[in-house]
Nanobody
Framework: QVQLVESGGGLVQAGGSLRLSCLAH????????IAWFRQAPGKEREFVAA???????VHADSVKGRFTISRDNRKTTVHLEMNSLKPEDTAVYYC???????????????WGQGTQVTVSS
């Protein structure tokens, strides 16, 4: 069982930065792969980035070079550093835990409640 709690969302101007955190309550956190997804109103949930148990990252093309995912197994936390934010990055951001890296949201077992990111132009 894994409980995930996101934090760090907010309102930022275009070009600004935010750092999202996903705190996992789990004794087996280090064995899970963790991903970030986002969902804007009226749109499907979209893969953003993922990091496997060995800290190997994967980033979606739409955020490559701007977002960076990282994890700290001792603190059972995954971060998403977001720079050069654009209005189209506006969405609710969710972290998810699973046993394999995937860009498909339905392949992750556990989800957080989400945190809102709003980028103004």
């Amino acid at each position: 069982q894994v409980q995930l709690v996101e934090s760090g969302g907010g309102l930022v101007q275009a070009g600004g930065s935010l750092r999202l955190s996903c705190l996992a309550h789990s004794q087996t956190f280090s064995s899970y792969d963790i991903a970030w997804f986002r969902q804007a109103p009226g749109k499907e949930r979209e893969f953003v980035a993922a990091i496997d148990w060995d800290s190997r990252p994967v980033h979606a093309d739409s955020v490559k070079g701007r977002f960076t995912i990282s994890r700290d197994n001792r603190k059972t936390t995954v971060h998403l550093e977001m720079n050069s934010l654009k209005p189209e990055d506006t969405a609710v951001y969710y972290c998810a835990a699973g046993t394999a890296i995937s860009v498909r949201w339905n392949e992750y077992e556990y989800w957080g409640q989400g945190t809102q990111v709003t980028v103004s132009s």
